[in-house]
């Protein structure tokens, strides 16, 4: 895990999840994109191995930075009015059955990613949580099978569990983040674990209210 990837601080983008909330309770679909993308700077520093998983999250990435810059860009602001603006003029597709008119909505791909914040909330808790000598893999799968592994291929499946046996210990993980000791990062996770988890409680209920959780 050396060069430049390293050369930044998790705290800074797991805390950048705060600066995605307006004091209404919007998500500002600017910031969860900058949240994103330290998020994947982060998981390109674990090393090649997980390069197939930040390929589909930077993929995702771009499909709401076009969004952002197309000449509907107002209605992108944050994950409300986009819900707003795709559900009210037809432009998501709500079903299997429908022939795939929209693969690339804002409200479709945003959900994808919304499931990996799940995984995400589920993993920094467990790691926050756990003994010295838990297993990150062990922590990984079993947050990951608790939320993404459902919507996953059997193909993906088998590809991630390889991919979690390269995870580094729990101690250089937790050094990994350069927030100082291991001590020092369980301490910061405790702090910035509740913007990604109001964040994530936010975005699924607006999606729950609309019946948008099981977008194909
Ligand atoms: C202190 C610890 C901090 C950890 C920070 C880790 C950085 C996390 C960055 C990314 C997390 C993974 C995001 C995964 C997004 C998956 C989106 C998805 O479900 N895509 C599938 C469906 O898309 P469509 O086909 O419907 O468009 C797609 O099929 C998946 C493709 C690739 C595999 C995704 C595997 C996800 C594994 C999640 C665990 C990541 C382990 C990272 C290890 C730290």
Redo the contacts with the bound molecule.
């Keep these: 895990m050396d060069g430049p990837e390293t050369d930044f601080n998790?705290k800074v983008?797991?805390v950048s999840f705060k600066q995605c909330l307006t004091e209404e309770g919007e998500v500002l679909l600017d910031h969860y994109i900058a949240s994103?993308k330290g998020?994947?700077r982060?998981?390109n520093s674990?090393g090649a191995v997980?390069s197939?998983?930040?390929?589909?999250?930077v993929?995702?990435l771009q499909i709401m930075e076009h969004l952002r810059k197309s000449p509907q860009y107002e209605h992108y602001t944050s994950l409300q009015s986009m819900v707003a603006y795709e559900v009210g003029n037809k432009l998501v597709d709500i079903d299997r059955s429908s022939r795939s008119r929209y693969?690339n909505s804002g409200c479709?791909?945003v959900l994808?990613?919304h499931?990996?914040l799940h995984?995400?909330r589920l993993?920094?808790e467990g790691?926050r949580t756990s003994p010295e000598d838990a297993r990150?893999s062990t922590l990984?799968s079993d947050?990951?099978n608790a939320t993404?592994a459902a919507?996953?291929?059997w193909i993906?499946r088998q590809?991630?569990t390889v991919?979690?046996c390269a995870?580094p210990t729990r101690k250089v993980?937790?050094e990994?983040?350069n927030v100082g000791s291991s001590e020092q990062?369980v301490e910061m996770?405790g702090e910035a674990l509740p913007f990604i988890e109001h964040v994530y409680d936010i975005s699924q209920k607006l999606y729950a209210e609309h019946s948008l959780l099981d977008l194909?």
């Design positions: 998790l983008v797991l994103w998020l994947v982060f998981l674990l997980f197939f998983i930040s390929k589909d999250v993929s995702k693969p479709r791909t994808r990613l499931r990996a995984w995400l993993f920094l790691l990150t990984c947050a990951y993404l919507y996953h291929s993906i590809a991630v991919a979690f995870l993980f937790l990994a983040m990062a996770l194909p």
